[in-house]
Nanobody, 124 residues
């Protein structure tokens, strides 16, 4: 059974940085496409795709966060990361990592496996 566990969320001030981690168990991350999403409570349940990585390590980032957010991975730790720089109050959300055997780009419904989420709060 594949399991994803996020960590690294917290409360920061505008302009600061955070790195989220997603520890993967049950499969090697080189065999699984991974992505990061976020969801703001009350926004109709929509999960916004932020960054995705193929099994080959190719990446894609949403235009809304390109240049500020970066997805990376460490195979030796079987962990995927989302580094977030220059955080803004509008980045406040619950952040989720997700995985799929096939590349799902930034589309939430293409990812069958999800973590429990980690909260990021950015104050001005």
């Amino acid at each position: 059974q594949v399991k994803l566990v996020e960590s690294g969320g917290g409360s920061v001030k505008s302009g600061e940085s955070l790195t989220l981690s997603c520890l993967v168990s049950g499969i090697g991350i080189r065999d699984f496409s991974m992505a990061w999403f976020r969801q703001v409570p009350g926004k109709g349940g929509e999960r916004e795709g932020l960054a995705a990585m193929t099994t080959n390590g190719d990446t894609a980032h949403a235009e809304s966060v390109k240049g500020r957010f970066t997805i990376t991975r460490r195979s030796d730790k079987n962990t995927v990361y989302l580094t977030m720089n220059n955080l803004k109050p509008e980045d406040t959300a619950m952040y989720y990592c997700a995985g799929a055997p096939n590349y799902g780009s930034l589309l939430a419904d293409r990812y069958p496996v999800w973590g429990q989420g980690t909260q990021v709060t950015v104050s001005s």
